[in-house]
Nanobody
């Protein structure tokens, strides 16, 4: 069964940086569009960043140039580099893989990011 595992979350001070990683396994990673979402308890899930299998990139409006998504198909990894973090960025970040042709989509379990002084 397909698997996504996020790592890299943690506690960081306002203005700090974190780099999240998502490792995929048991599927053809390079054929999937990859996304980072976040969702706080009681709030709607929101798209943070997306990178397609063809390396097209999109960001949520709130990112405002602070985050960078990238992927390494040779290592089955997708990254989210985050800079200038704000307490409002505190939440759980989830990795998502989607293949529209196969109609297949799955999620990781998430990694917690806490921005606090």
């Amino acid at each position: 069964q397909e698997r996504l595992v996020e790592t890299g979350g943690g506690l960081v001070q306002p203005g700090g940086s974190l780099k999240l990683s998502c490792a995929g396994s048991r599927f053809s990673f390079y054929t999937y569009d990859m996304r980072w979402y976040r969702q706080a308890p009681g709030k709607e899930r929101e798209l943070v960043a997306a990178i397609s299998k063809d390396d097209s990139i999109d960001y949520g409006d709130f990112v405002k140039g602070r985050f960078t998504i990238s992927r390494d198909n040779a290592k089955n990894l997708v990254y989210l580099q985050m800079h200038n973090l704000d307490p409002e960025d505190t939440t759980t970040y989830f990795c998502n893989a989607r293949n529209t042709r196969l109609r297949n989509e799955f999620w990781g379990c998430g990694t917690q990011v806490t921005v606090s002084s």
